[in-house]
């Protein structure tokens, strides 16, 4: 399976992205799929998770209410609506599949990556 995400850019403060991330190869929709951000000089960190199915959705406290994912999958691909955005927010954005039905919050829940896409919210 290969990731390729899109969508990053530069935005002001308030302002809304919407990032995709779309799956290639040998996909597998019985898992899960999930989002993280990595900001300059820190770790990478979970942003938001989907479940095989879409039903299941989770988010990283700071982000519930502003981002939201989805998945279309005859599309293979993962959606990450970003609205309401803050300069903290400024980090590339990774999106990968999960070994798991249910998405986890941990970088090690996840076994393949794409190679991230850069968003800059300035203020």
């Known amino acids: 399976v290969q990731l390729q995400a899109s969508g990053g850019g530069l935005v002001q403060a308030g302002g809304s992205l919407r990032l995709s991330c779309k799956a290639s190869?040998?996909?597998?929709?019985?898992?899960?799929m999930g989002w993280f951000h990595q900001a300059p000089g820190k770790e990478r960190e979970f942003a938001a998770a989907i479940s095989w199915n879409g039903i299941y959705t989770n988010y990283a406290e700071s982000l519930k209410g502003r981002f939201t994912i989805s998945r279309d999958y005859a599309k293979n691909t993962v959606y990450l609506q970003m609205d309401s955005l803050k300069p903290e927010d400024t980090a590339v954005y990774y999106c990968?599949?999960?070994?798991?039905?249910?998405?986890?919050?941990?970088?090690?829940?996840?076994?393949?990556w794409g190679h991230g896409t850069l968003v800059t919210v300035s203020s």
């Open positions: 190869g040998r996909t597998n929709s019985n898992n899960a």
């Open positions: 990968a599949v999960s070994r798991f039905s249910v998405g986890g919050t941990s970088v090690r829940d996840y076994t393949v």
